[in-house]
Every structure is written in structure tokens, then in C-alpha cells.
């Protein structure tokens, strides 16, 4: 079983900047695809940016592209998204994702297996 747990959200001034982190225990997800997902009040959880296994390959939707960065640390078992020049569109729940499946299809939230809780990013005008 693996457990995902998110930290950094908090309440930002738009322009500023958080990091989230995303803790991972109870096994190794160094193969999997690790992702950030952001689900707005009143709509769908979207898909924000992925990793592959290897770090060498992501994805950004493009409404963070330039602005997000995700990384993994595997030494750590954490995954990381810093979010620079926040909107306040950028609010919502965030939540961090493991999937075993191919990172080509890594956008589509249902081949991912593991879920964390959760955690507020709040980004004010």
C-alpha cells in the first residue's frame, strides 16, 4: 500500500509563491508517474503537470506552463510542484497522484492509483 501525503498549501498574495511537497510512504513509487492534479470549487479535478519515473519527461497544462515546475526526489521518496506568479484562478484543492501506468496518459486522472488527501492553495487579488 502507498501512502501520499501533501504539504505547503496555504493562503498566497497572487504573484507569490509556494512549493508543495508530496511525501510518499509505504513502497517506492521511484517507477511510477507522479502527478499534481488541482480540482476548483464547483468543477472537475484537473490535471496540472506530471513527472515520468525517470524525471525526464513532463507535462504542464497550459495554464501553468512557465509559471509551475515539478520535480521528484526519489532518494526522498517526495514529489515537489513550486508555483511561481500565482493568479487567483490558481486556487483550489491540490492533491499529488501515483500511477504505474505509461506517462502518455498521464493526464487522464482515472489511470492513476494512489491518491493524498489533499491540501488548500488559497490566492488572493
Known amino acids: 500500500q502507498v501512502q501520499l501525503v501533501e504539504s505547503g498549501g496555504g493562503l498566497v498574495q497572487a504573484g507569490g509563491s509556494l512549493r508543495l511537497s508530496c511525501a510518499v510512504s509505504?513502497?517506492?513509487?521511484?517507477?511510477?508517474?507522479m502527478g499534481w492534479f488541482r480540482q476548483a470549487p464547483g468543477k472537475e479535478r484537473k490535471t496540472i503537470a506530471a513527472?515520468?519515473?525517470?524525471?525526464?519527461?513532463?507535462y504542464y497544462a497550459d495554464s501553468v506552463k512557465g509559471r509551475f515546475t515539478i520535480s521528484r526526489d526519489k532518494d526522498k521518496n517526495t514529489l515537489y510542484l513550486q508555483m511561481n506568479s500565482l493568479k487567483p484562478e490558481d486556487t483550489g484543492v491540490y492533491y499529488c497522484?501515483?500511477?504505474?501506468?505509461?506517462?502518455?496518459?498521464?493526464?487522464?486522472?482515472?489511470?492513476?492509483?494512489?491518491w493524498g488527501q489533499g491540501t488548500q492553495v488559497t490566492v488572493s487579488s
Open positions: 497522484a501515483a500511477s504505474h501506468n505509461l506517462f502518455k496518459r498521464c493526464v487522464i486522472a482515472l489511470t492513476y492509483d494512489y
Open positions: 509505504g513502497r517506492t513509487v521511484s517507477t511510477y508517474t
Open positions: 513527472i515520468s519515473w525517470s524525471g525526464g519527461s513532463t
